[in-house]
């Protein structure tokens, strides 16, 4: 895919999160690899109302050449793009997984639990990070101790973070973590079938997610 189909790409699916609910304001940002760097979403803008030209854009090392400054979160991006071999990085303050990750009892290996094939499928394992302050690079060796056995995360008071092959590869896959966190919060406190680990082993072989 081209760098004007992948600018396209990041528009469209920032308006669709914005206009959905899943992410709000500023918050929120999408950045994707390009054949001679990265192009990210601008620092302090809205994902509804992103402008393909104005998109920043950087090299292979992370500096900005053209384009609105980027985004802050670039340490947390490289994080995954240095740990993984992916595309595209998508970050969102969704409702239902930013409040599973303030939840001081979750299981820090694995945020999320087998509660549907999708989720196994397109999310995998979910560990949860250590806080860190938004944009600091002190979140690259937390990410960095996990990514080569998970493709997302949940950043501890912060939200959800995926990594995947294309822009819409990890929009799926954080709209299936954000529909997960939401089954897990409903079903709190209940008696919950979670797959079984067979199952979860025969999904991870059949799809290869991590």
């Known amino acids: 895919m081209n760098e004007d189909a992948i600018r396209a790409d990041i528009v469209r699916w920032g308006k669709s999160f914005f206009e959905r609910g899943l992410t709000a304001g500023s918050s929120g ?13 601008p620092t302090n803008s809205c994902l509804g109302f992103l402008k393909p030209e104005r998109l ?4 292979v090392e992370g500096n900005h ?19 993984r071999q992916c595309g595209a990085v998508i970050h969102l303050h969704s409702t239902y997984a930013t409040a599973l990750s303030c939840l001081s009892d979750i299981d820090r290996r694995d945020a999320l639990p087998p509660i549907t094939p999708y989720v196994v499928m397109r999310v995998g394992k979910v560990p949860l990070v250590p806080y860190t302050r938004p944009g600091s690079t002190a979140i690259k060796p937390l990410v960095a101790s996990i990514v080569a056995n998970s493709s997302a995360a949940l950043l501890e008071n912060h939200g959800p973070v995926v990594s995947g092959l294309t822009v819409e590869a990890a929009a799926f896959a954080i709209e299936e973590l954000e529909e997960a966190a939401k089954l897990a919060l409903l079903t709190r406190g209940m008696q919950v079938r979670h797959l079984p680990p067979e199952a ?11």
């Open 200 to 210: 979860v082993a025969d999904l991870d072989a059949t799809f290869k997610l991590r």
């Open 56 to 59: 920043s854009k950087l090299d």
């Open 29 to 41: 940002n999408i950045s994707a690899r390009v054949e001679d760097g990265f192009i990210t979403t």
């Open 65 to 83: 050449i053209s384009g609105d400054p980027p985004t802050k979160e670039i340490p947390l991006h490289f994080a995954f793009y240095e740990g």
